[in-house]
């Protein structure tokens, strides 16, 4: 039987620490060539939803041998890049009926290749983005690192909290975003979640000054965090490569990538060029200063290839630019193992998702 999951079910099966976990583990096996993953693919054309949005079509895949899971993720998006203040953000529109958007996870048995399970990739996205990040704090900051500094209030924004609460002893948080409600709104409720009070505050500069941690998670084209805000010791991670200026990045004693590819692969029809918010001078093309291939990647330190941090003086960064399909196998492992063990989600004959004509 195949599974079919829900998001609800998803958030029931997979914590971040079992998330974290479960990466540690899975980024190992790749850094020794026994798991590999596929580079993004993206393709972009125009759509009749409107003359300001793009149709995106977005795949990642990679296979876990030592999990037994082969997994690809596929998203159907309707994209905008609209101005807010002096920056430019990309937006995903839920354009599908009743409002939705469209994301899913599948995932194979790499013993006889049957499809294990169907869900949606909206919850396990929030979380494996913040694990990565997570990860990042574990094998960069220091170990002492107490106050953590965030920029952005959206919904990758909580599970960046959660991954580094998951980590390192956080003590204080403090949370700048553009909208002041929304930085309300997200720190009253992140308090609850985590136990920490989280601080609103009306300056980035304000989230950034003496924090141990600065973490940068939002959907901004353009930089957020600048060199001169940088001190001592402190360990600064984003999600993206545009929210970090190249110049505060290079300026780092210690730069670590999520992996060393820099961009997906990005096909783009006639007639979308000026509307894809990631074109030439946005998003993709930034950080161009920086060569991705040469600094070490977050599985080379996790098997001690280089080395996070060697004192507590050093500045380090960590850029978590680009998602791979590898994740949601590695995740998707213990989601589907969980939930075969408490009888969670819809069971469908596997017969309705494999065939006997040859492909």
């Known amino acids: 039987m195949t599974l079919i ?10 914590s971040v620490p079992d998330c974290i976990a479960a990466l540690e583990e899975a980024y190992v096996e790749l850094a020794e060539g026994r798991g590999i993953t596929r580079t993004r693919s993206d393709c972009i054309t125009p759509t009749s939803y409107g003359p300001d949005a793009t149709y995106g079509l977005k795949s990642m895949d990679g296979v876990v041998p030592k999990f037994g899971i082969g997994a690809i993720r596929i998203n159907s998006d309707i994209l905008t890049a609209p101005h807010e ?4 953000r990309r937006v995903k529109v839920p354009a599908a009926p009743g409002n939705r958007y469209v994301g899913l996870v599948l995932l194979f048995s790499t013993a006889n290749g049957e499809p294990l399970a169907i869900f949606p990739d909206g919850v396990l996205q929030h979380i494996r983005v913040g694990s990565a990040s997570g990860l990042g704090v574990k094998y960069m900051a220091r170990k002492d690192a107490s106050v953590l500094g965030l920029l952005g209030a959206g919904w990758q924004a909580e599970t960046q909290l959660a991954a580094a609460c998951a980590v390192r002893d956080i003590k204080e948080i403090r949370c700048f975003s553009p909208r002041e409600e929304s930085r309300e709104s997200f720190s009253a409720r992140m308090s609850g979640v985590l136990g920490i009070a989280v601080t609103p505050v009306d300056h980035p500069e304000a989230a950034i000054r003496g924090a141990d941690i600065a ?16 001190e001592p010791g402190m360990h600064i991670g984003s999600i993206k490569k545009p929210e970090i200026d190249p ?9 670590a990538v999520h992996t060393h590819e820099d961009n997906p692969i990005i096909v783009t029809a006639k007639g979308a060029e000026e509307s894809q918010g990631e074109s030439k001078a946005q998003g ?5 200063e920086i060569d991705f291939s040469k600094y070490p990647s977050l599985p080379e330190l996790i098997v001690g290839r280089a080395t996070g941090r060697d004192n507590d003086d050093e500045v380090t960064c960590f850029i978590n630019h680009l998602g791979l399909g590898y994740q949601f196998a590695a995740a998707g492992s213990v989601i589907y193992r969980r939930a075969v063990e408490q009888g969670v989600g819809n069971r469908l004959p596997t017969d309705w998702f494999t065939e006997t004509v040859h492909p």
């Not at 973490?215 to 353009?222: E, F, G, I, K, Y």
């Not at 993709?284 to 161009?288: E, F, G, N, P, T």
């Open 215 to 230: 973490l940068c998670a939002t959907n901004s084209l353009d930089p957020v965090f600048f060199k001169e805000w940088i």
């Open 5 to 14: 999951l829900s998001n609800d079910d998803v958030e029931r099966l997979l």
């Open 85 to 88: 203040g002096n920056t430019r």
């Open 247 to 255: 110049a505060a990045a290079l300026a780092c004693d210690r730069l």
């Open 284 to 288: 993709w093309d930034l950080a161009h």
